[in-house]
């Protein structure tokens, strides 16, 4: 079985311009999670889907930062402007359930100059 | 909202010797305590976890304990090996929204 894939795995840009980064869940499994990883810290949650649905983007700043799950399957976050801050690792993550195991893909590292 | 400490932030043991990562977490609605393992360049991988009616758990060599009283919880390596040798975050959840910890970078000298 195919785990959770992220495009692309690295991604360097300049402050001021826009990224966007992909994820493809596990066959099945409904809900979709963001997380921003910072050097040195754990995960944390930018953003849950229930199929197409946003149900928890609380952590999300919206002047900058928006997703999209269409079709309830691959889902996209984007940042335009970007600034130097977010410089990270943007973790996606699936899960069959909510609660349940939560299965991560490899991330994306953005590098913001 | 809930806030979890996790130590040591460094770990070095000798192959063979045990390894315990020690976490506290605030809120005591929390129900749910996973371990994830993070290697360089992977993201974290689910190693072990307990729920709250539940006090220890075993699974080979490693093994996760819980004290819903004093709100810790705790990841015992026994044996260990340089495979081992990783990032380790603790997580504490009452719902579907994870609080990591900071992190364990565990080094197992050959």
């Known amino acids: 079985e195919a785990g959770v894939v992220q495009s692309p795995r690295y991604k360097i840009i300049e402050k001021k311009q826009p990224v966007a980064f992909w994820c493809n869940p596990i066959?099945?499994?409904?809900?979709l999670y963001w997380y921003l990883q910072n050097l040195g810290q754990g995960p944390e949650l930018l953003i849950r889907?229930?199929?197409?649905?946003?149900?928890?983007d609380s952590q999300l700043p919206k002047d900058r930062f928006s997703a999209e799950r269409l079709k309830g399957v691959d889902s996209t976050l984007k940042i335009q402007p970007a600034e130097l801050g977010d410089s990270a690792v943007y973790l996606c993550?699936?899960?069959?359930?909510?609660?349940?195991?939560?299965?991560f893909g490899p991330g994306t590292r953005l590098t913001v100059l | 909202g809930e806030n979890v400490e996790q130590h040591p932030s460094t770990l070095s043991v000798q192959e063979g010797d045990s390894a315990v990562i020690k976490c506290t977490y605030s809120?005591?609605?929390?129900?749910?305590f996973p371990w994830y393992k993070q290697e360089l360049g992977k993201g974290p991988q689910l190693i072990i976890d307990?729920?709250?009616?539940?006090g220890e758990k075993k699974d080979q060599r490693i093994a996760v304990t819980l004290n819903k009283t004093a709100k810790h919880f705790s990841l015992h390596i026994t044996e260990t090996q340089p495979e081992d040798s990783a990032v380790y975050f603790c997580?504490?959840?009452?719902?579907?929204?994870?609080?990591f910890g900071s992190g364990t970078r565990l080094l197992v000298r050959p």
């Open positions: 993550a699936s899960s069959y359930r909510d609660p349940g195991e939560q299965f």
């Open positions: 066959s099945g499994h409904n809900t």
């Open positions: 889907y229930e199929n197409e649905e946003a149900v928890d």
């Open positions: 809120d005591s609605a929390s129900n749910y």
């Open positions: 307990i729920r709250s009616n539940v």
């Open positions: 997580a504490a959840s009452k719902s579907y929204k994870l609080i």
